[in-house]
């Protein structure tokens, strides 16, 4: 499965649009890392607990957008975006959509 955040890939055709797919996670901060974040914001510095929780929500939300490319008969997503949006105290959901395509030489 081919993955872009391109409209267009060089020298491929799109033959066949096959429509918007997406993947969803939600996420809740674990209270171990909230408390290390606190303490982190005293001093500065990257939180990497939380750059860990989201690349596994980007993870996981790709994963669910590419089954669903997949089950539709896409050979590639285009187009790729992200967004995230507060659901809940303390959660988030991290959306991944794209265009599914079926490309050829």
């Not at 267009?8 to 055709?13: D, Q, S, T």
């Not at 997949?70 to 507060?86: D, E, F, H, P």
């Not at 988030?92 to 079926?102: M, N």
Request: without cysteine.
């Amino acid at each position: 499965m081919l993955l872009s955040n391109l409209e267009v890939v060089p020298h491929k055709k799109i033959v066949r649009h096959l429509g918007l797919v997406q993947g969803s996670t939600v996420r809740a901060k674990h209270a171990g890392r909230d408390i290390m974040a606190g303490l982190k914001n005293l001093v500065g510095g990257e939180l990497k607990g939380y750059t860990e929780l989201l690349q596994d929500a980007r993870e996981e939300a790709t994963g669910r957008m590419v089954e669903q490319a997949n089950a539709i008969g896409a050979n590639a997503v285009l187009n790729i975006r992200y967004a995230t949006s507060s659901v809940a105290s303390g959660a988030s959901e991290l959306f991944a959509y794209g265009t599914a395509v079926e490309l050829e030489d």
